[in-house]
């Protein structure tokens, strides 16, 4: 009897210490709350993905959450065309813009660097995903200061929804392979993850100056 009773109290305490190990780590803000940008400038994402067209299609989906997150977005096609008209041709030649020439000409409050992951639609026997993967650092524009980062990552699967076996599944996947041919998934995902990143409530972007209330999450 007293070995089960020590077997049972060695169980809830097990419970107990991996219920506290899975508790989330409180995101520090402490740098992003004494530089309380207003504005953000988002250069160009590095690609490391082998999709050719990945850092244009993140640049489309990434303005409209840090908008609705309450920040002035400075407009990032302008912005891109802006530097390829001073000579820098591709992402890797805009991330390495010093800072004192960035608030020359700009003058940002922060800057979000992004590197792209992953990227695309992959095609298998009985499914196909997309997926989109790219690391954010926010910058403090005047000190280099890192003072945010973030992760948006996320895939979709033909077979999320498929609850028709296997002749459900290879019928879901001719489908999606056709329909992925003339369309691209990447961009509605990027929507998705993005929007998550920055309203995360755990680690998220804390509200900017320009938020508007029923915006707030």
């Given amino acids: ?8 109290l060695l169980t809830v305490a097990a419970l107990i210490l991996a219920g506290c190990n899975q508790q989330q780590v409180k995101y520090d803000y402490a740098a992003f709350e004494n530089s309380r940008p207003k504005s953000i400038l988002v250069i160009p994402p590095v690609n490391n993905s082998i999709e050719v ?31 390829r008209n001073n000579g820098l041709q591709d992402p890797a030649e805009m991330n390495s813009i010093p800072l004192d020439k960035i608030n020359e000409h700009i003058g940002p409050d922060a800057i979000l660097y992004v590197s792209i992951e992953n990227w695309g639609q992959k095609y298998e026997v009985f499914d196909s ?28 699967s033909s077979n999320d929804n498929n609850q028709n076996g296997l002749i459900g599944m290879l ?36 509200n900017g100056p320009y938020l508007k209330p029923d915006t707030d999450s």
């Fill in 129 to 156: 995903r997309t997926i989109v993967d790219s690391n954010w650092r926010l910058i403090d524009a005047k000190t280099g200061q890192q003072i945010w980062d973030g992760t948006a990552k996320g895939q979709y």
């Fill in 53 to 83: 067209n990945a850092s244009y299609i993140f640049l489309s989906t990434i303005s409209r959450p840090l908008a609705e997150k309450g920040y002035y977005v400075f407009p990032v096609a302008v912005i891109e065309q802006f530097m």
């Fill in 171 to 206: 019928v879901g996947a001719v489908i999606n392979q056709i329909a992925g041919s003339v369309s691209d998934n990447t961009p509605m995902l990027s929507q998705q993850v993005n929007q998550g990143t920055v309203f995360n409530s755990h680690n998220g972007l804390l």
């Fill in 1 to 8: 009897m007293l070995n089960h009773v020590k077997l049972v």
